[in-house]
């Protein structure tokens, strides 16, 4: 198995792989981030589902091995692009599973029992939604901002990767994984019901507005309008095509709801109508479960922003398209970081590349997409402001699994690289253009000095004559590999074609998320 994978990387590395068309009906491949489009391509710029080239067949190179020869002429018909090739499509059950993502399922649960909820409430059916409504509230929004707080993950993943790892049922390690990786949907949905039990209370406050102090109602109506701020900034069409002004409303104006509902409760507790005074009674406060609430997410919000420092980084500038950021000591393989120019504005998150926790740097590989990114390649800066506490993400459960299979395509190799350096038990597939010229020696050299040739396929479709049929490739590599599970950085697109081939195929994966 291992002497069929190995001569597949070498075969594949040296640019020796026959690329003659993939029979009819296999699956489309799927371009990189920074995959060039040539001239011949229909479109410019945008990654494409098929390849209008028709590639040149290489040299042939002898191998003494017969098995290597059989592989060889399997990778004719399996591995490459057929010139042409029409789109794959896929069956509905496989679309509704792709898209009933664990995001979603807990996003629905939350959002239903939320709503069923108030309407038990509204009409006198749920006794304690009457009486503490401000409670369930602020226990929604403690959740939502919980689910998005790097030290709580941490404290998961490591829960996970030390309790779980590889002895339960596989059925059971990647419903674990599945979950972690959609906590996300957790904080959607509590933050939504949040914002549906606030609108309901401040319109109850309104209503008896006669029995209702006026600076109640006044905050009542600041904090439910600063919560709708920065759930609606949070859209994913908002927050992926618009980051800048999502990112600046959702913190900024979601720092103001924090105040407000400070004053908010503060007043509830402690004004009294009649008398239009304020009367603190440290007693009444400490009991009242909107002060620990709001206490506890004040915390939360301040936990990350205490271990935000400036920290001096070299920057390297392979290509235009890349910049690779290098900082101080080793990161566990499974990491997030975020980085900005300046302190509170515009935090970017990217991969982290590194060699394990004992390494004296770490890197983060940043492809040029916006003005941040250009600005890095165009005025490389000497200090970064980061967050200490780095943020896990799925592949970080990688150690709850024997084997598996890390497929990335171009500046993906930044958030996938690590895992299959840090561990022997992991295969890397990386497809991109032009490799070494864009991404430059560091990345190569990481590569090539730690993951031997049997565990690793770089498909440089540049060199190579074009792209790889993806799931001929990854499939062959899964059941030779005895892989658990497949995960998968690319772009949008790609990443959709690849989820959707492991899931008609019966490969269990995990992709990549743009909810950051």
């Known amino acids: 198995m291992e002497a069929e994978t190995h001569s597949l990387a070498l075969d594949l590395e040296k640019g020796t792989a026959n690329l003659l068309a993939s029979p009819a009906g296999s699956t489309p491949s799927i371009a990189s981030k920074t995959d060039e489009v040539s001239a011949d391509d229909h479109t410019?710029?945008?990654?494409?589902?098929?390849?209008?080239?028709?590639?040149?067949?290489?040299?042939?190179?002898?191998?003494?091995?017969?098995?290597?020869?059989?592989?060889?002429?399997?990778?004719?018909?399996?591995?490459?692009?057929?010139?042409?090739?029409?789109?794959?499509?896929?069956?509905?059950?496989?679309?509704?599973?792709?898209?009933?993502?664990?995001?979603?399922?807990?996003?629905?649960?939350?959002?239903?029992?939320?709503?069923?909820?108030?309407?038990?409430?509204?009409?006198?059916?749920?006794?304690?939604?009457?009486?503490?409504?401000?409670?369930?509230?602020?226990?929604?929004?403690?959740?939502?901002?919980?689910?998005?707080?790097?030290?709580?993950?941490?404290?998961?993943?490591?829960?996970?990767?030390?309790?779980?790892?590889?002895?339960?049922?596989?059925?059971?390690?990647?419903?674990?994984?599945?979950?972690?990786?959609?906590?996300?949907?957790?904080?959607?949905?509590?933050?939504?019901?949040?914002?549906?039990?606030?609108?309901?209370?401040?319109?109850?406050?309104?209503?008896?507005?006669?029995?209702?102090?006026?600076?109640?109602?006044?905050?009542?109506?600041?904090?439910?309008?600063?919560?709708?701020?920065?759930?609606?900034?949070?859209?994913?069409?908002?927050?992926?095509?618009?980051?800048?002004v999502f990112e600046r409303h959702h913190r900024f104006i979601g720092w103001l709801g924090i105040a407000a509902t400070w004053t908010f409760v503060f007043l509830g507790d402690c004004y009294d109508s009649a008398t239009g005074l304020c009367e603190i009674h440290a007693t009444t406060m400490v009991r009242d479960q909107q002060f620990w609430f709001v206490l506890a997410m004040t915390i939360i919000i301040i936990i990350p922003w205490a271990f935000t420092r400036r920290v001096p980084v070299e920057v390297e500038v392979p290509s235009k398209k890349v910049a690779i950021i290098k900082f101080k000591r080793g990161i566990q393989q499974g990491m997030l970081g975020r980085i900005s120019r300046t302190s509170v504005l515009e935090y970017h998150t990217f991969g982290i590349v590194s060699e394990g926790t004992r390494a004296d740097c770490h890197y983060m590989v940043c492809g040029v997409q916006g003005d941040f990114t250009k600005s890095l390649v165009e005025n490389p800066p000497k200090y970064l402001w980061t967050r200490e506490i780095k943020c896990p993400v799925v592949s970080n459960t990688s150690k709850m699994y024997r084997r598996g299979i890390r497929i990335c395509t171009g500046t993906g190799i930044g958030a996938g690289l690590s895992t299959c350096l840090q561990s022997d038990q992991w295969f890397l597939i990386w497809i991109g253009s032009d490799q070494i010229a864009t991404f430059g020696t560091t990345v190569h050299d990481l590569i090539v000095n730690n993951i031997p040739p049997e565990r690793r396929i770089l498909w440089d479709s540049k060199k190579l004559g074009g792209r790889p049929d993806v799931m001929n490739l990854l499939e062959e590599t899964y059941r030779k590999w005895n892989a658990e599970v497949v995960f998968i950085t690319s772009n949008d697109q790609g990443n959709r074609e690849i989820m959707l081939g492991c899931k008609e195929r019966g490969i269990p994966s995990f992709g990549t998320l743009f909810d950051f």
């Not at 941490?154 to 829960?159: G, H, K, M, P, V």
């Not at 990767?161 to 979950?179: D, E, F």
């Not at 209370?201 to 209503?207: D, G, H, M, P």
């Open 44 to 244: 410019q710029g945008v990654p494409v589902l098929y390849s209008t080239v028709t590639p040149p067949e290489p040299a042939y190179i002898p191998e003494p091995s017969v098995k290597a020869n059989s592989l060889r002429s399997s990778i004719r018909h399996r591995h490459l692009l057929k010139a042409k090739a029409l789109p794959k499509k896929f069956g509905h059950w496989v679309l509704v599973q792709w898209f009933m993502t664990t995001y979603r399922k807990f996003f629905l649960f939350i959002v239903t029992l939320n709503l069923t909820a108030i309407i038990l409430t509204a009409t006198g059916h749920f006794r304690y939604g009457q009486t503490h409504t401000g409670a369930i509230l602020l226990g929604n929004l403690l959740m939502a901002v919980l689910m998005r707080n790097e030290f709580f993950l941490r404290i998961l993943y490591f829960l996970a990767n030390h309790l779980l790892a590889k002895w339960p049922p596989l059925k059971v390690r990647l419903a674990v994984s599945s979950t972690l990786q959609h906590v996300g949907g957790i904080h959607s949905g509590c933050a939504t019901s949040g914002l549906a039990w606030i609108l309901y209370k401040v319109a109850n406050i309104i209503r008896d507005r006669q029995r209702t102090a006026s600076p109640v109602v006044v905050m009542g109506i600041i904090t439910n309008l600063s919560i709708i701020i920065s759930v609606v900034s949070a859209f994913p069409w908002i927050r992926q095509s618009y980051h800048n």
